[in-house]
């Protein structure tokens, strides 16, 4: 009888998926099929060895990952129930041990999970309480110290070198302080989800006893990316029983930025001396030359397990990886653009099925005004998260006083929104009283009520809220949340408070309103018992990358560090000149070159079957233009396996007949039939302007180009546009406010 489990794995698959006891390492490189080892193995120890779904403690970094598990062993394993497994993000699964232990880690039952932007209100107004300059530390700064603090264990008198030395005692206070505010308001980030567990078993032998007895198994996904604590916490699991596994990549290593440390990876086997290895390398997702050129660029660090990885696959070589190096920022763009609308008109590819990934993000500008010359549609990954919009802040935090009257952060959010005629200074005499008197806000509020501290006009205000949240309380004990948010809207009357519904971002508002209750319906939908806790800690663990999905026919853009885990037909690395990618501190910085090369690595093994890496020999910064060089990594690429491109002309009919062949294209030792020069070119008919003192017609020298003439003019106010063509008979945009181009003669 066939074992679906164990049906069409590769050797290194199938030695995972049935590995004995013990500590094991799966070192799963780029396209490897990890996922269906994860999957697989926990429904082989379900099916074959006995384990309860229960007695698993799975680890990963986002619910989507979580929720892909979960599904796929639901298929193998009809006969369980997903909600058995304990499968998630480090955060929900501690935030589930914190529930059940909350008495035990000194916290209130209802306490509220803080997400970033919240984290950092708490920092500000602790920042403000102590009377520190928030120019010298910044609320950013401060938090950014704190959750690094965090995620390496570290008290506030041990920060070392995490800040400047000259600083350390004001972060200290800072740190101190911050955690006495969350305490006094029930409240937790995300980092100390997983700190309080960690303390917890240190403190508390029988609960680490109790959970190391329940979770026989514990498994780790995306090892790399694990940072001090999380590694803490799954060491205390399997301390005990040793049957840890854990899938990772050191190649993939890009987070250090995050508190990532690859050296829990690379030293495996001194943490658990008896742990086997199995490395994974048989790619199901890129063409051969996309992981020659992969694996002659990463060969380059030492920061790797012994023997390295090669990675292989039963695909065809496919096509070569294109260079292109463009004269500017513009050409270069200008030519992204005109490949893409290519690919999509005469490739067969679709314009979801590419993107384009960058450095950092001030780069997308001009490329998204190339696209959007074409008319290509696109969208920037990494834009604001729904749950980062103001009006889903507002009725968040109502929902969270609610549950949670102690909630500082959410209470002062609402205080006087919509709008109740609360002036600042009352709401700052509610803030001075309830550090006097060592209570939270809410209780403050009833304080000054109740002694006649305010004015007449804001304790009115005070008096309606109180009676409101108090209303709202009452209601979710009969009720379910959705009922409460309704109630909400209706009593504060928020949607008309918006402003006119013929304006276009107040009906955007309103419909993102819609929208919340919709999920919130969604919610309780999927969790019929659901309470109105259990939804706001499911809301406050969606991490920002997965807030935004894939969605719709269009281009995708964003960072490299937002490329990780995606996948697409077509990848156009962009800006790889120096200082850019590397940037210049990963150059001067000791380690981090190889992450920056690691992070090169994950870009271009996101391609499946189509390459193309660019730079620009200028680009404008600050108004300026400044010659760039090469990127070293271009000169790390394997010479066999790269095809130079020049602008304003390929062949990109040649490319069909490639795709899924492994044939390459000829459109290298071919005249061009497509011309992206002859379609940027204007048309007879276009009637002369002029813009910034520039013409049609005008013959003008630019300081790299050379000597040439303008052809045409994109109005476009600021980012108007000179078409230039130069002596070599080459169309290049220039904008016109940098161009400095000098007059030679007028038309």
Request: glycine residues 8%.
């Amino acid at each position: 009888m066939n074992d679906e489990i164990l049906e069409n794995l590769n050797p290194g698959q199938y030695q995972a998926v049935t590995a004995p006891d013990g500590p094991q390492l799966v070192i799963a490189g780029a396209g490897s099929g990890k996922t269906r080892v994860i999957t697989r193995r926990i429904a082989y120890l379900v099916k074959h060895r006995g384990i309860r779904p229960w007695e698993i403690f799975a680890a990963t970094f986002t619910n989507k990952a979580a929720e892909e598990m979960k599904r796929r062993i639901g298929e193998m394993l009809p006969e369980t129930n997903p909600r058995d497994f304990h499968i998630g993000t480090f955060h929900s699964l501690c935030a589930r041990i914190l529930r059940r232990e909350h008495a035990l880690a000194g916290l209130d039952p209802g306490f509220t999970i803080c997400d970033e932007t919240d984290q950092l209100r708490a920092v500000r107004q602790v920042i403000r309480d102590l009377g520190a300059d928030e120019k010298r530390y910044t609320p950013a700064a401060a938090q950014h110290i704190i959750n690094q603090a965090k995620m390496r264990m570290l008290d506030p008198g041990d920060l070392g070198d995490l800040c400047d030395s000259d600083r350390e005692d004001t972060y200290a206070e800072i740190y101190r302080s911050y955690l006495k505010y969350m305490r006094n308001n029930a409240a937790v980030d995300f980092e100390d989800l997983i700190l309080k567990v960690v303390r917890l078993f240190q403190n508390e032998p029988s609960a680490l006893s109790t959970y190391q007895r329940r979770y026989r198994h514990v498994m780790v996904d995306e090892y790399q990316d694990a940072n001090a604590v999380q590694f803490e916490l799954v060491r205390l699991l399997a301390a005990e029983h040793g049957n840890l596994m854990v899938v990772g990549d050191e190649d993939q290593s890009i987070y250090s930025w995050r508190g990532a440390d690859i050296s829990k990876l690379l030293d495996f086997k001194t943490y658990f001396p008896n742990a086997n290895y199995i490395r994974l390398e048989q790619n199901y997702r890129s063409h051969g030359n996309i992981l020659k050129a992969a694996g002659g660029v990463i060969a380059r660090n030492s920061e790797r397990l012994d023997g390295g990885k090669t990675l292989f696959t039963e695909l065809p070589d496919g096509q070569p990886i294109y260079v292109l190096s463009a004269n500017g920022e513009i050409e270069e763009s200008t030519t992204v653009a005109y490949m893409i609308e290519s690919l999509v008109r005469s490739s067969g590819f679709r314009y979801e099925d590419i993107a384009i990934f960058y450095r950092v993000s001030a780069l997308s500008r001009v490329f998204e005004d190339a696209l959007r010359s074409l008319n290509i549609p696109y969208r920037v990954v990494g834009g604001m998260r729904f749950y980062d919009r103001a009006e889903i802040k507002d009725l968040i935090a109502c929902l969270q006083v609610v549950q949670n009257p102690s909630n500082a952060i959410a209470l002062l959010r609402i205080i006087n929104t919509p709008r109740r005629g609360l002036g600042a200074k009352s709401v700052q005499a509610i803030i001075d009283l309830a550090r006097r008197k060592d209570i939270p806000e809410f209780e403050a509020i009833r304080v000054a009520i109740a002694e006649g501290l305010l004015p007449a006009g804001a304790t009115k205000s005070l008096k309606l809220l109180v009676k409101l949240v108090e209303s709202w309380q009452a209601l979710s004990r009969t009720d379910c949340p959705s009922a409460v948010l309704r109630q909400i809207l209706k009593d504060t009357d928020y949607v008309t408070q918006l402003g006119d519904q013929r304006d276009l971002d107040v009906r955007s508002r309103t419909e993102n309103i819609e929208e919340l209750v919709n999920s919130l319906v969604l919610f309780e939908g999927a969790n019929p018992q659901a309470t109105l806790s259990e939804y706001l800690e499911n809301v406050s663990l969606v991490s920002p990358a997965e807030d935004e999905g894939i969605v719709g026919n269009q281009v995708s853009m964003m960072t490299l560090h937002g490329a990780k885990g995606l996948e697409f037909r077509a990848v156009f690395i962009v800006g790889l000149d120096d200082t850019i990618f590397p940037n210049t501190r990963a150059v001067m910085e000791e380690g981090r070159l190889e992450e920056e090369r690691r992070l090169f690595y994950v870009g271009i093994t996101r391609a499946r079957e189509l390459l193309v890496l660019t730079r620009s020999s200028t680009r404008v910064m600050y108004g300026e233009i400044r010659y760039c060089i090469p990127s070293d990594f271009l000169r790390e690429l394997p010479a066999e396996v790269v095809e130079p491109l020049d602008f304003g002309s390929f062949d990109f009919l040649a490319l069909r007949p490639g795709f899924g062949n492994g044939e390459p294209s000829s459109c290298a030792s071919e005249k061009a039939q497509h011309s992206i020069s002859a379609e940027v070119e204007p048309t007879k008919s276009e009637k002369p302007r002029s813009v910034g003192g520039y013409e049609i017609g005008m013959r003008v020298r630019h300081p790299i180009l050379g000597d040439g003439l303008i052809v045409g003019i994109t109005d476009g106010g600021r980012d108007a546009r000179l078409l230039f063509r130069g002596a070599d008979g080459k169309n290049t945009q220039l904008m016109a406010r940098y161009s400095n181009l000098e007059v030679l003669q007028r038309p």
